[in-house]
């Protein structure tokens, strides 16, 4: 009789009851996810919209009788009589990218015409120094302005600091250059803004506008 023997086996046997146990468990875990997800595959699910490509139409048709050109990176916005004005990168075939110094501009009065609704307009902007090129239109109207912005890529002599410039419209016809908004690394391009309306319009209220409007705030509360 070995009583350290003994306890040994007795503490072998333990362990292996308890890793036994563990297993167990886990595999009690591992059938009741299985479970779960096997009844969550079988609710029925609502259909999945069918999203797809419609027919593609022309909008505008840059084959002219001096030359064809391409329109690259457009934007679109709507004008304050129900124009539509297109702008947009512009060049004569084949591209060339470093020449690429007036703006597209073309214009519709509706979108659905045929068979090309865009008629072409005059450039809207024609490359001047410190601007090397002229690409990635962006245009927004600015309510409190009652301007429209254009942001637009006006490249430069250095590229790691192209620069990001604005021209404003009244009418999206004529243009006036603001100059440059910032500087960024290897042809910043692309531009896009996002106007939060609510807080652009509340930070242009006169103080009798403000007053009156602290003063129906008050009025809710006191309701309520």
């Given at each position: 009789y070995n009583p350290n023997a003994m306890r040994k086996t007795e503490?072998?046997?333990n362990l292996e009851l308890l890793c036994a146990l563990f297993a167990l468990v886990l595999l009690t875990l591992a059938v009741a996810v299985l479970a779960r997800d096997s009844r969550r595959a079988n609710v029925?699910?609502?259909?999945?919209p069918n999203v797809h490509?419609?027919?593609?139409?022309?909008?505008?048709d840059t084959v002219f009788p001096e030359a064809t050109w391409y329109?690259?990176?457009h934007t679109v916005v709507r004008g304050p009589n129900g124009t539509w004005h297109l702008?947009?990168?512009?060049?004569?075939?084949?591209?060339?990218?470093t020449y690429e110094v007036n703006?597209?501009?073309?214009?519709?009065s509706?979108?659905?015409?045929?068979?090309?609704?865009?008629?072409?307009?005059?450039?809207?902007?024609?490359?001047?120094?410190?601007?090397?090129?002229?690409?990635?239109?962006?245009?927004?109207?600015?309510?409190?302005?009652?301007?429209?912005?254009?942001?637009?890529?006006?490249?430069?002599?250095?590229?790691?600091?192209?620069?990001?410039r604005l021209a404003v419209s009244p009418d999206l016809y004529t243009w006036v250059r603001y100059g440059t908004l910032f500087e960024?690394?290897?042809?910043?391009?692309?531009?896009?803004?996002?106007?939060?309306?609510?807080?652009?319009?509340?930070?242009?209220?006169?103080?009798?506008?403000?007053?009156?409007?602290?003063?129906?705030?008050?009025?809710?509360?006191?309701q309520q």
């Open positions: 503490r072998t046997t029925s699910q609502p259909p999945m490509a419609g027919p593609f139409t022309v909008l505008y329109v690259n990176d702008f947009g990168i512009t060049h004569t075939e084949p591209a060339d990218a703006l597209a501009h073309a214009t519709a509706s979108l659905s015409a045929s068979p090309s609704p865009f008629g072409r307009e005059p450039f809207a902007l024609g490359a001047l120094r410190p601007e090397t090129h002229l690409w990635a239109p962006y245009v927004v109207y600015i309510p409190h302005a009652r301007l429209y912005y254009m942001f637009y890529c006006g490249g430069g002599v250095d590229r790691t600091r192209s620069q990001i960024d690394g290897v042809d910043a391009r692309d531009p896009m803004l996002l106007i939060d309306t609510v807080a652009d319009s509340e930070s242009h209220l006169t103080d009798d506008e403000q007053r009156q409007q602290q003063q129906q705030q008050q009025q809710q509360q006191q």
